[in-house]
């Protein structure tokens, strides 16, 4: 059995003409230089499509360890994280992913198809806090069907 690389989810998300719109808006409503669609699964976080203005380096296709990301998280509970300032928050400051990868804010929505299935996550990162973040995120969320 061969890994699935994703493709086909990659190239669906890229296919979306509002995607890279969507992304610059996430970054100009919350203050941060990255945003990104990730597929997330059980065993692996791969970026579909993303906005990258602090160098963070991903491209599409590319992938981080699951168990190094939030977004495996998100996954299991469905539920939305968002981080003002990693180093004042209690249940975030010891959190090995934002040491490794050197972020103070952070938010991220999960992603559930029509059919109610998990795709993955809206995720968005930035080396500085940023206030605010359950106002925008409570904008961003859908609304319950």
Do not use: N
């Not at 230089?33 to 597929?39: E, K, Q, T």
């Not at 590319?62 to 003002?84: H, P, Q, W």
Request: with cysteine; hydrophobic share 45%.
């Amino acid at each position: 059995m061969t890994a699935h690389d994703f493709a086909d989810d990659i190239a669906a998300v890229q296919s979306i003409p509002e995607v890279e719109a969507m992304l610059a808006e996430v970054c100009a409503l919350t203050g941060m230089g990255f945003a990104a669609i990730a597929r997330v699964t059980a065993d692996r976080w791969v970026v579909c499509q993303l906005l990258d203005r602090i160098e963070f380096g991903l491209k599409p296709g590319d992938e981080l360890k699951i168990k190094t990301t939030i977004c495996d998280e998100i996954r299991a509970s469905g539920r939305c994280v968002f981080i003002d300032e990693v180093s004042a928050d209690p249940l975030w400051r010891k959190h090995h992913t934002p040491a490794m990868y050197g972020f103070e804010s952070y938010i991220s929505i999960p992603i559930v198809l029509v059919d109610g299935s998990f795709f993955g996550t809206l995720c968005a990162i930035d080396p500085a806090p940023r206030r605010g973040l359950a106002e925008v995120v409570g904008r961003m969320e859908p609304s319950p069907r």
